[in-house]
């Protein structure tokens, strides 16, 4: 016999599950309105903003409601400007580099933001990062920053180990070798399919983190200031400098050299390896692995290797490295009223500095885009560089301290090359050329810094180009020492003397 349910029942229990799934709904609107809003901006790396399927999860897990601002990065330096001009800052802004951070000194002297540094004691992960580093991003000593921290050298060579098998070339070992490399690479048909369509080396608009400034470590050139007669000066007025800048100048004459790089992104310069036009890739080592990926999947017989340690004939060993970070993050009065409200600020951050936090913004989610290794090591090849271009890269760029410090896994690679340029990474640190006006501080680089290196960056991919000769370089430099280069250098030598 059929059994009935008596209405009056029904009636009950559907009215008790509407007030459950109601209280449920209620519950979580609560928690929502809850939950500390916080306004970022930050730079972004790849095409398009990412999915927010891991914001939302960031949220659950630091309480908070984020509202990320991101900034395509060829654009970042110019939004900064404009938001602190017109007094439009977040809550919390992120620094691309060292260069940035010297831009805001003004201001963070004039009161506009907050120092951070006698907070972070109260924070279980904050109070782990690294009190040197901190001091390295410091102004007049005072910590006004959390930082991200890098490894001191990344740089290296990366190139197409199929083609130089090919053409029976050894990984380079002087300039002249990853000179006779280019060339070959360009002329000789190294792939091998009777086309001349090679170029040796792919670069692109940036002589810091494309080729120029690896390169120039290569020739002996200091890190942005060195020492001659007994005085701080800057690196475009070695000799050395010179001879880097002749090397570029004969690769872009000869055509090993992408004709287009001046003006070439990194996403343009990542192609011409990726699709097999270009043999060399001179930037961080790391990025082999993302090489290698995309450019497998067109051409399944590629293979790539990694080298450091290049010398000039006769040269010495030396790598130029940063001051420990990349990234640094500051904290504006004008958009945090009180130390109530910077404590909760620096709440988010410290929780987004714990292990959980450190692993979804560097990896992404355990069993979607990565596994731990039984190395307790982050695998990640449960996933396609394009989901992770898509759904996690652009989180990392809001990692705060390093994996010593926030806790996060190391990475575990398949592809062996690029346990191979982590070896080389940490190989880096027994040969660095450190840059002497890192914890120094000059008021006129402060503020006329990028517009005095536009003058010498401009004359640099001139002479490189064959637009000016020696004389016109010096030329440049004279034009640098008269708009505020002169004063650079005083100021830099009195707070070096007075250091020592």
Known sequence: MKKTINPYKLCFLTIALLLLVGCAKSNLNDQKADRFELTIMANLHTKEVPDPKIEMILEDITNTTINIEWVPDGHYEEKLRTVLAMGTLPQAIFLKNQSSLGMFKDAIRDDQFWEVGPYLA???????????????????GRIYSLYQGRALSRQGVIYRKDWADNLGLSAPRTTEDLFEMAQQFTDNDPDQNGVDNTIGLADRSDLVYGAFKTVSSYFETPNNWGVKNGQLLPEFMFEEYMNTMDFFHKLYQNGYLNHDFPVASKTNQLALIKNGTAGIYIGSMSDVNSLYYDAVELNPEVEFAVTNRIIKPNGKEGIWSIPGYGTVVLFPKTAIKDEDELRMVLSFFDKLMSPEASNMITWGIEGVHYQVSPEQRADISITSNVVKDREVKPYEALEIGEPETNGRYEGSFDYKVKEIADELVKDNEQMLIDDPTAPLDSQT???????????????????????????????????????????????FNAAWINKQ
């Open 122 to 140: 109260e924070f279980e992960n904050l109070k782990k990062l690294k009190t040197d580093i901190l001091q390295n991003t410091s102004v007049d």
């Open 445 to 491: 680089n402060n503020e006329k810094g990028l517009e005095l290196m536009k003058i010498i960056d401009d004359a640099t991919y001139l002479y490189i180009l064959g637009g000016i000769d020696k004389a016109g370089f010096e030329q440049a430099i004279e034009s640098w020492r008269k708009q505020g280069g002169e004063q650079v250098i005083k100021e």
